[in-house]
């Protein structure tokens, strides 16, 4: 069970993307009433789209629509439903915006909003622009399901501001082996999908960052930015400490990680308090600190781009040796081994 201010137990997703989702499963012959109320779902919380509910009760919907339905490829199905508009201000920012690159940073620093428990990540893997999708909330059986929702709904959008330039050039990585329904991705990404890969990414070349958006208009976007902005200080009012301090430690990159005193300054309150206030959810700011360098160890090494000690120096190691003494630690095996035996083929 989640504790409270878990992002589990927040009434966080808008009740839009399950209005949608029963349609579609409507559309499977999957009726909407028990479909709901196998969630915890009143039907009168979808009556208006900026209702609120769950991520638990989203995800026990997910899964209902998706056993229920028999279909493999919901997630695609789903994902392609989510048009720009479903995103509200998030998407309405982003195409505001003067540039691809300009949007995807919108994209990236608002993307909680609408998807509370996925983390977006961008950046330039030599000639390429990465954007890079990761779960945070661990339920197995959805995991597929939600990456291809995501995946399915960015490429919507490319679609409609770039037209297919971007995938014809780049391709879609995705970390699990390639599933049965293998025509849904074709019909998406073309011949431009690779399985098995240990990472979820777009790449396209990063000269494309600086191709122009025709729907930008500053006034549009500087209104929708402050609507994303509440929305993201009332998830945050109502979010554990632990959950904002792990976020504000994973946004973090380059230059090593901060120490406590930086996190609790960002978060406008005392070293002290922040220590307590951690202890009170039974967490403990080193651990916190391990495990997104550990986290953030495997993606440098899946990359491989840089050297051990480039990654270890990435990671705020002063000696790498402490570095490999920690990556054995958590993995039980040296970071050069490790990346041997995980390394995407390229």
Wanted: glycine share 6%.
């Amino acid at each position: 069970m989640n504790a409270p201010g878990a992002p589990g137990s927040l009434p966080v997703i808008r009740a839009h993307y399950a209005d949608i989702l029963c349609q579609l499963a409507g559309e499977h012959d999957v009726p909407r009433g028990p479909l709901l109320t196998s969630a915890g779902i009143r039907p009168s919380m979808l009556s208006h789209p900026d209702n609120l509910i769950t991520v638990d009760q989203f995800t026990l919907l997910c899964r209902e629509a998706l056993r229920r339905s028999g279909n493999s490829a919901l997630g695609l199905e789903f994902g392609r439903r989510l048009k720009f508009t479903t995103h509200g201000s998030l998407s309405q920012a982003a195409i505001s915006c003067d540039t691809l690159h300009q949007a995807l940073s919108v994209l990236i620093k608002y993307f909680r909003i609408r998807f509370v428990y996925m983390e977006l990540d961008f950046f330039v893997d030599g000639e390429d622009a990465v954007v890079q999708l990761s779960l945070a909330h661990d339920v197995e059986d959805l995991y597929r399901f939600n990456i291809e929702v995501v995946m399915a709904s960015l490429m919507d959008v490319n679609q409609l501001l770039f037209g297919a330039r971007l995938i014809e050039t780049g391709v879609c990585r995705l970390d699990y082996p390639e599933p049965e329904h293998t025509e849904g991705y074709r019909a998406i990404f073309g011949d431009r999908v690779d399985f098995s890969c240990g990472v979820n990414q777009l790449r396209f070349r990063k000269s494309f960052l600086e191709l122009p958006i025709s729907l930008s208009n500053p006034v549009t976007r500087r209104v929708a930015e402050a609507q994303c902005e509440e929305e993201l200080r009332s998830i945050d009012a109502a979010t554990s400490v632990t959950s904002r301090v792990r976020r504000l430690l994973e946004a973090v990159r380059g230059g090593g990680l901060p120490g406590l005193e930086a996190i609790a300054n960002q978060l406008s309150m005392s070293p002290r308090t922040l220590r307590r206030q951690l202890s009170s959810e039974g967490a403990r700011y080193q651990v916190l600190l391990d495990q997104v360098r550990h986290e953030r160890a495997l993606e440098l090494l899946r990359r491989g781009r840089l050297s051990i000690d480039e990654v270890a120096d990435s990671l705020g190691y002063s000696d790498p040796s402490n570095f490999g003494r920690a990556f054995r630690k958590w993995e039980g095996v040296s970071p050069t081994v490790w990346r041997a035996q995980h390394l995407p083929q390229r």
